[in-house]
T-cell receptor, first 112, second 117 residues
Framework: AQSVTQPDIHITVSEGASLELRCNYS??????LFWYVQSPGQGLQLLLK??????LVQGIKGFEAEFKRSQSSFNLRKPSVHWSDAAEYFC??????????FGTGTLLAVQP | GAVVSQHPSRVICKSGTSVKIECRSL??????MFWYRQFPKKSLMLMAT?????????EQGVEKDKFLINHASLTLSTLTVTSAHPEDSSFYIC?????????????FGQGTRLTVV
């Protein structure tokens, strides 16, 4: 069955440090992949998406993600974290026709 | 990007009553809309898929008689939580898609916080 795994439930980084959030998926075909961010009590904001082509995708707010087919991964990275990046991050796979399954989320805390 | 408006953003209702949540695509025609539920500190779980003019398709374990979904037009889908109970309290969020071609994405509403007292 299709699934999305985010191994890290909670991550704390210092402001200015680099960040990598992990995402692994299980899906039979070439997936469409997404990263979303959610602030407390808010909806979802799309950070970036991968459909095909270049496996390194750039998103908003300085985020990027790399699709690695051999590892079934789509990890999210940012070279220097800002305090405003503290939020919950969700990786998602498009099953078909924009029907998404989400990972369990990673809660990011940023220390001053 | 396209805009999806969800209303209300927050609602409190009494046990036994019904509450309706609206999801509107403001600047595109949404042939398909999805409803998700998010429990506190949990991920989003797909509840159902609705296509304009047809019955919604519910995910396994979702009670279709409790969560009524209507997608009467290309810009509006509604989720009605019937005979609400405290365990129905949750964050409900919709997404809308026109899915007219490849490499499309769905657009999310801002969510509705439902509290049943």
């Amino acid at each position: 069955a299709q699934s999305v795994t985010q191994p890290d439930i909670h991550i704390t980084v210092s402001e200015g440090a680099s960040l990598e959030l992990r995402c692994n998926y299980s899906y039979g075909a070439t997936p469409y992949l997404f990263w979303y961010v959610q602030s407390p009590g808010q909806g979802l904001q799309l950070l970036l998406k991968y459909f095909s082509g270049d496996t390194l995708v750039q998103g908003i707010k300085g985020f990027e993600a790399e699709f690695k087919r051999s590892q079934s991964s789509f990890n999210l990275r940012k070279p220097s974290v800002h305090w405003s990046d503290a939020a919950e991050y969700f990786c998602a796979v498009d099953l078909w026709g924009n029907k998404l399954i989400f990972g369990t989320g990673t809660l990011l805390a940023v220390q001053p | 990007g396209a805009v999806v408006s969800q209303h209300p953003s927050r609602v409190i209702c009494k046990s036994g009553t019904s509450v309706k949540i609206e999801c509107r695509s403001l600047d595109f025609q949404a042939t398909t809309m999805f409803w998700y539920r998010q429990f506190p500190k949990k991920s989003l779980m797909l509840m159902a898929t609705s296509n304009e003019g047809s019955k919604a398709t519910y995910e396994q374990g979702v009670e279709k008689d409790k969560f009524l979904i209507n997608h009467a037009s290309l810009t509006l889908s509604t989720l009605t939580v019937t005979s609400a109970h405290p365990e129905d309290s949750s964050f409900y969020i919709c997404s809308a898609s026109d899915a007219q071609g490849v490499n499309t994405e769905a657009f999310f509403g801002q969510g509705t916080r439902l509290t049943v007292v």
